[in-house]
Structure formats: structure tokens, C-alpha cells
């Protein structure tokens, strides 16, 4: 490898490993659950490799479990991952003029995870595409490493070790903190957290969060252009 | 499940899960984007964050009912306090983390 590859790679590591950190429990998790559920190991493997979306893999496990059908399982899973349209679009920003087959492989690894981490970084600079990828896919490999861990020898592993549980909450805060750059953003967040609570409770489903995202950050737009105009 | 079933599932699964991921990027990655989407779509990162962290602070998942003073919110203070002061990624999840693994042994 030459300097650049190398410091590429360290880069990349560095940004991701809290990713990595909070998945490891929850892959471990999800394994155990596939397992209790009668998925064999290799079927956990193969479901972390095409569909690499934590959510949506609990509820598919969930719904096997309790033998819904395919169909059902399937819509289930395109609702649950519809908010994943409103972070392709952000990340559009960033990615201008970049090239088609570079998109389509890079979209494959957009999580909420890799999305919060890749954009904040997008923003201070210093950070360009290849940096980005490789966020996705060391977050996509330690997944499927530890999904396949959880069905094979999850069992033996204690619950809530170490506050490894507390890996991803940790990140979303500190990720929060670095978009709050104006009176505008704080505004937004306030509303944000208000609105998912509020829609968290009366609606049952994951809807809570795009709903929540697309409400506040139009009332924030809008108040925005508001105080602008306003001037 | 035999294999060819696990696969059209997982398939579909991922087919569903890769269109949202993937259209809106190849779509706008070569458009000239309007300047109120830009504006729009730099508000979603903030939004989403919260939209994420607030139900898991402030309710609680199983009854899906209010719930004040849960550890993880009780934790998410001081832990906000940490990485406004310091800015760093790494040290509030190693904050975050050993204050509720400590808040969970209580």
C-alpha cells in the first residue's frame, strides 16, 4: 500500500470504529435471536450480506418467527427503510458529478450510523468519497461478522456488557452536538425531539422518524427564510 | 425454509431496502440542486439525530408510554455536557458507555 492508501484507511478506521462498537452487541443480538427463532447460521450471513439493515432484520426475524409471509415481511421492510430517502438526499449534496457505479455501491452501505458519521465529517472537510465508503463498508463487514457470531455462539455472551449498549446512543449525541451550528439547528432538534416523542407515542410503527425529521425541518426552513426575508 | 425461499426473502428484503438508499442519490448526484432543497435537506441531519434519540430517552419501548428518569436519559446528560466541552467522538462514546455500564450496576 502507498502513504495515501494507508493514511486513507486510517482515516476511514478512525471515523468508523464507534459504528463498529455499537454493532457488535446488536449483531451479536440479532444472531441470538435468528438462532432461537430456527434460522440457521448461514441464512443470518446471507441476510446481513443483502439487506444490512438492523432494524429491519429484527423485525424480518420477529415475523419468521411467527411465520408471516414473505410478502408481508417484504412491505414491512420497504416501510421501515423508506426514512433511508431522506439521508440519500442529504448526501446528495456531497456528492455531486460522482460517477453512477460509484453511487450505486455507496448506497448500498447508507445506515443511520454511517449517514450521521459520513455527513458530519462532509461538512468540516477534509473528508471526500472514498473515506466515506470505507466507513460503510468496515460498519457492513463487522455487522455481518457479528450477526453470524450471535447465531453460532451468542448465547455465551452476557447481556449488557461493558455499556457496549450504550455505544450507538453515545454516538448520536456527540453527532448532534457537532450539527448544532446556529440558533436555526438547535430550534430544529428542540422541534425534532419534540415531535418524534409526540408521534412515537400516538402512532404505532417506525414512521415516528421521518415524520418527525421531514415536520421539523420544514418549520425550520421555513422560519429560516422567514427571518430572512424579514431583514 | 428451503434455500431458494430463504433467498427470494432476503432478496426482496434487500431490493426494498437498497431502492431508497439508492435512488435519491443517483438521482440528485447529477442535477443542479435548488437552493431550498439544499437549505431543506441541510436541516435533515439535525432532525434525524433527534428523531432517533428522543423516543429512546424519554419513552419507553415496550409499553410505548412517557417515561421519565430512564437511565439512558439520566446517562445522556452528562454524556452531552462531555462532548460539548470536548468535541471529541471517540471519548463520548467511551464516556457514554462506562457511565451506563456503572448506572446499571447500581
Avoid at chain 1, 457488535?24 to 432461537?36: M, S, Y
Wanted: with cysteine; charged share 10%.
Amino acid at each position: 500500500m502507498t502513504i495515501d492508501q494507508k493514511n486513507l484507511l486510517r482515516q476511514g478506521i478512525a471515523a468508523a470504529w464507534p459504528i463498529c462498537l455499537g454493532y457488535f452487541p446488536i449483531g451479536l443480538a440479532l444472531g441470538v435471536l435468528a438462532q432461537k427463532a430456527g434460522l440457521p447460521w448461514w441464512t443470518v450471513a446471507m441476510m446481513s450480506v443483502l439487506v444490512f439493515a438492523g432494524s429491519a432484520q429484527f423485525i424480518c426475524v420477529a415475523m419468521v418467527a411467527s411465520e408471516a409471509s414473505a410478502t408481508s415481511i417484504i412491505l414491512t421492510t420497504f416501510v421501515v427503510n423508506l426514512r433511508h430517502v431522506l439521508m440519500s438526499s442529504a448526501l446528495a449534496v456531497y456528492l455531486q458529478g460522482v460517477s453512477r457505479r460509484f453511487l450505486a455501491l455507496y448506497s448500498y452501505g447508507i445506515t443511520d450510523e454511517s449517514f450521521a458519521v459520513n455527513l458530519t465529517h462532509f461538512r468540516e472537510g477534509g473528508w471526500d468519497r472514498y473515506r466515506a465508503l470505507i466507513v460503510n463498508h468496515l460498519a457492513n463487514s463487522v455487522w455481518i461478522m457479528a450477526t453470524v457470531c450471535g447465531a453460532l455462539v451468542g448465547q455465551f455472551v452476557p447481556q449488557g456488557a461493558l455499556g457496549l449498549d450504550y455505544a450507538l446512543t453515545g454516538m448520536f449525541i456527540c453527532l448532534l452536538v457537532f450539527q448544532l451550528q446556529g440558533r436555526i439547528y438547535i430550534l430544529t432538534g428542540l422541534l425534532s425531539a419534540l415531535i418524534s416523542v409526540v408521534w412515537y407515542l400516538l402512532v404505532p410503527g417506525d414512521s415516528y422518524i421521518v415524520g418527525a425529521s421531514v415536520c421539523a425541518a420544514t418549520i425550520g426552513y421555513l422560519l429560516k427564510r422567514r427571518q430572512r426575508s424579514s431583514r | 425454509m428451503t434455500f431458494n425461499e430463504y433467498l427470494l426473502l432476503f432478496g426482496g428484503m434487500g431490493l426494498v431496502t437498497y431502492l431508497p438508499r439508492a435512488l435519491p442519490l443517483l438521482y440528485l448526484a447529477h442535477r443542479k440542486m435548488p437552493q431550498w432543497l439544499i437549505d431543506w435537506l441541510g436541516l435533515i441531519p439535525v432532525a434525524i439525530l433527534s428523531a432517533l434519540l428522543a423516543p429512546s430517552l424519554f419513552t419507553d419501548a415496550a409499553t410505548r408510554n412517557l417515561a421519565f428518569g430512564k437511565l439512558e436519559f439520566l446517562v445522556a446528560i452528562p454524556t452531552l455536557l462531555f462532548s460539548l466541552k470536548t468535541r471529541s467522538l471517540g471519548g463520548t462514546v467511551l464516556v457514554g458507555m462506562l457511565l451506563y455500564w456503572l448506572g446499571g450496576l447500581l
